[in-house]
């Protein structure tokens, strides 16, 4: 592999100077770009798109053509798991994603097993591994996978849901099942994340999508519990130094002291938290990713830089911090908008690191 030339994210996600904030977005490739687009109607559907690695490559890079970001995160998608565990997914266009035999028994969940990364789910490890070739160094590969609990809602709802009462039902009445869906979920998790490092990832992304939906105590004890599992044993060892996760709960704002105490690297904050807020209550534990509203792009060019100057304000002086949206980028942005965030970072945060420290 090439030698890296541009580490602010690795540096910034160990908690090291940099001379600004490294920048990249959540769904940077996606929907909002017209090449994207074009390359999805080639590919015919959106799971050939995903299951083609030069394809998912194509994509991936993508945005880095257009934006100077510091970082590329792998194009796939969160249910390459449960789709590997043969459940039949597909995707309906305005529905979201079906699955064809969803889990709800203790015999669906039985006849579950966890995926092998380099036989189910070769097609994304060779998408990391040609990602990183094309990079050839010009900046870090951020590797992925959705959190257990998060899969398993759309395992057990059957697709995507307004009020999730099936998995809630289950966590209810049955939580001793639910937590060995949970666990099957983990190991393959753990699996997948480690064969994405061994691939040439340098960094990973736990998505926990769907975790703000709990109360306080199912959010410790049915997602929580599991992501602090999947931090301690994921086998992230490159060059010498361990690869960064980063932890993501949307609508997680309650709970990012438990976050950070599970010994990941980076909590990312959605933009329902005040940023210098999660700063004081965390302090220099790990690192923090986030967190402009993504409906911030919808306003004018001038609102956006004010709107980034506000948030590395926010933020204050000194290490780790890695600006990113508060959740993905909306289909309807106007890639001129993101162009304008993106530059507004690169001109408002070096005055951020001008003798910082840890």
């Not at 792998?74 to 064809?100: H, K, N, R, V, Y």
């Not at 044993?233 to 709970?255: D, H, M, S, Y």
């Not at 002291?257 to 700063?279: M, N, P, S, Y």
């Not at 709107?307 to 959740?327: E, K, P, R």
Request: hydrophobic content about 45%.
């Amino acid at each position: 592999m090439m030698p890296l030339r541009n580490d602010r994210l690795l540096r910034a996600l160990r908690r090291q100077p940099t001379d600004r904030t490294p920048v990249w977005l959540m769904r940077q490739a996606g929907r909002y770009l017209p090449e994207y687009r074009a390359t999805r109607a080639r590919a015919g559907h959106f799971l050939a798109l995903c299951r083609t690695p030069e394809l998912a490559c194509e994509v991936t890079l993508q945005p880095l053509a257009r934006f100077p970001l510091d970082a590329a995160i792998l194009f796939s998608d969160i249910l390459t798991i449960p789709d590997a565990m043969a459940l039949g997914l597909s995707f309906s266009e305005g529905e979201g994603p079906i699955f064809e035999r969803p889990v709800r028994s203790a015999a669906d969940i039985g006849r579950l097993f966890v995926p092998d990364p380099e036989v189910e789910l070769r097609y994304v490890m060779d998408a990391v591994r040609v990602i990183r070739h094309e990079l050839a160094g010009r900046v870090p590969l951020i590797g992925f996978a959705g959190s257990p609990w998060t899969l398993a809602t759309y395992m057990v709802e059957g697709g995507s849901s307004k009020d999730f009462s099936r998995i809630k039902g289950l966590l209810y009445d049955q939580p001793t099942l639910l937590h060995q869906l949970l666990g099957i979920n983990t190991q393959a998790v753990i699996a997948y994340l480690s064969a994405q490092v061994a691939a040439g990832a340098q960094a990973l992304m736990v998505f926990d999508t769907w975790g703000g939906v709990l109360a306080p105590r199912a959010y410790r004890d049915f997602s929580l519990a599991y992501m602090a599992r999947i931090v301690a044993e994921v086998a992230c060892e490159a060059n010498g130094q361990r690869v960064p996760i980063i932890l993501f709960t949307k609508g997680g704002g309650a709970w990012l002291e438990d976050i950070a105490a599970t010994g990941c690297d980076a909590v990312g904050v959605d933009w329902t938290v005040d940023l210098g807020d999660a700063r004081r209550r965390i302090g220099t534990r790990v690192a923090l990713q986030g967190n402009l509203d993504p409906a911030a792009l919808a306003a004018s060019p001038t609102s956006i830089r004010q709107q980034v100057a506000q948030t590395l304000a926010d933020f204050g002086s000194g290490c780790g911090h890695i600006f990113n949206l508060g959740h993905g980028i909306q289909p309807w942005t106007d890639p001129e908008h993101v162009q304008a965030l993106v530059e507004a970072v690169l001109a408002e945060s070096p005055s951020y690191h001008v003798g910082a420290d840890a």
